[in-house]
């Protein structure tokens, strides 16, 4: 997941395979921007561990009640 002020971006692309060259054009351009707090969803959650998905929405909670999710 990325942070950049008041918009949250989540980025499920895979560093592996076909979704690997989308993958690395995506964090290219989120380099660019400042203040990035980034959470990698398919170290966190993948092989299944979906369990994970509650330490992800835990970080992010606070941002989406602000904006009203």
Do not use: W
């Amino acid at each position: 997941m990325q942070r950049y002020g008041d918009i949250i971006v989540v980025d499920l692309t895979d560093q592996h395979g076909n979704e690997s060259l989308l993958n690395l054009a995506f964090a290219t351009e989120i380099e660019k921007l400042p203040d990035i707090c980034l959470i990698d969803f398919h170290q966190r959650c993948g092989n299944r561990n979906f369990e994970n998905l509650k330490l992800v929405y835990d970080e992010i909670a606070d941002d989406f009640e602000k904006q009203g999710y």
